[in-house]
DNA sequence: CGGGCGATTGATGAACGTCAAACGACGTGG
DNA sequence: CCACGTCGTTTGACGTTCATCAATCGCCCG
């Protein structure tokens, strides 16, 4: 998987990236959810400006750190995670283009988890004062962030439950069909076909397993020509196969 | 674990439970966030009328189904659960007396997950219309509910990075622990011991492992001094002896 | 050309699931 | 009062899934 990193944006026409197309992801990714007015999309296009490059690996904040900014991101794959006193990490949620990652814990008590970027990223830091102007004057966009945000929720929900109920394949599985399902969603792949500029120990952290077993599930996902991960690039072959891997080791249904 | 099922309620004085002492638990809990006046808990108190007794096992949403009212639980546990199409069962987040479970999904889609009570409930249904009217009119209340989902979420993150990167017993010790500090926090028990009218099975699906593996952790554990869990009463003897317990095999740090 | 990172492979063992049986504490109906 | 059924706990035997360790390989980059 190494070189071949597809940047994960959409093409720019030009070699200059002009300056409105940072801001496109996150009006496509929103748009998603709430028919947005011209006015609501040059609002959002302003969140972007000052967008900076982080590497792979870096932290955007750390644990127990306090931020007065949300991100987002606009290029690359970040992450929520947690780490133990043991060294190990295990991957929250992933951050991918067109994704506002609010950094708010209310005052509530320290920060508990970490936020870092995975690929080379490049991300926006909003204040959040002006997070909540724009809230206060665009109740789309208000909407829009409250149905991400729920979104959100929802997919964390399903991933801890793909972590207590499911074996590694499922688990990776899910993984990977979210990330080109969401990738697709913002426009910035096909449907079957999508960069994914992760290593194995990305996955291995995300679905709670070792990077060799990560390893070997591939290779049984890529046997069983179901899906394929080469060269930096996921290509999902066959979603019903899939389900029928997944699910093919089923017990009777349980009584009667 | 039988029998011997403790209410998992505030004693109450006489025979006839009184009307208010219902709601105290809700104040308790939101108290414990933000100085709440008195004007704020009486207010608080009106949503536990319309109490409803839930035996254990049934559920309170299905998946799938709309709701126009939150919970609040008054007595007994709930969870929030995920099931799959084999049956298994993964619990995603407990419900304890004081917890108000909002049913907001936004019409996102639709309802992705159940609630049900684990062990014999009283809840009390709260239109979402009455919360509104009060988080219009109480902003003490209103961030006392903020600060909540907030710990809320914490908790959900918590339980993920358990699912994915702990062992059977630590994340054993750690749903225990956490019941007990929660029930703790509300007066409903004591620091180191507290009724738990769970199973085995139920902590099984908390923990994503089987019942059987589950009590031969509470073996492990009862042997080791650290912990106890008989007759429906759970009793933490060494806070500290537990935590050498789950990292008394960690390996030497990473690098350097 | 060497160095480093990530992917791959093999061998071994620990953690945990599954199946099946027995056991204990109830509650119920006779 | 006792026999019986139910539910949850406990135990043993066995198989699977997965972690761990260590070595190798491929690839890109300086």
Redesign the interface.
Known sequence: MTGLQAPLARPRNGTAPSPDSAGEVLVARLAG?VPLSPDDRTALSQLARRETYVPAHMDLVHEGEATDSAFLVLEGIAC?Y?E?????????ALLLPGDLCDT???H??QW??GIAALSPCQVARVPRTKLEGLIATHPAVTQAF??AK??A??R??????A????RATERLTRVLCEILDRLHAVGLSGPSDCPLPLTQMDLA?C??TSSVHVNRTLQELRRSGTMELKGGRLRILDRAGLEALN?HR??P??NV
Not at 84 to 92: P, T, V
Not at 163 to 166: H, N
């Open positions: 959810f929520r947690v133990n006193a043991a060294g190990a990490r295990q991957i929250l708010d814990l209310g509530l008590t508990d988890h409250r149905l729920l979104e929720e929802a964390s929900r399903n991933w801890l439950a972590l207590g109920i499911c952290e679905i709670g699910g089923r017990p249904l349980p």
